[in-house]
């Protein structure tokens, strides 16, 4: 029973436990802030390009 109670050896790393590289504050926004509006952007925009080419016409 000690040998299951044994504390893991968590800080040995294994092949895929590779931390990756930090971010700086400028790609965090970028990724977490700039791509979802510039989506919502792009998605809105295309939903609304029916209703502006109809009132050109």
Avoid at 14 to 21: N, S, V
Avoid at 22 to 36: A, C, N, R, W
């Amino acid at each position: 029973m000690s040998l299951i109670s044994a504390p893991a050896f968590a800080n040995v790393r294994d092949d895929g436990d590779d931390p990756a590289p930090k971010l700086g504050i400028g790609e965090t926004l970028g990724i977490f802030v700039g791509i979802p509006i510039l989506s919502f952007l792009i998605i809105a925009g295309l939903v609304m390009l029916p209703d502006i080419v109809k009132k050109k016409h």
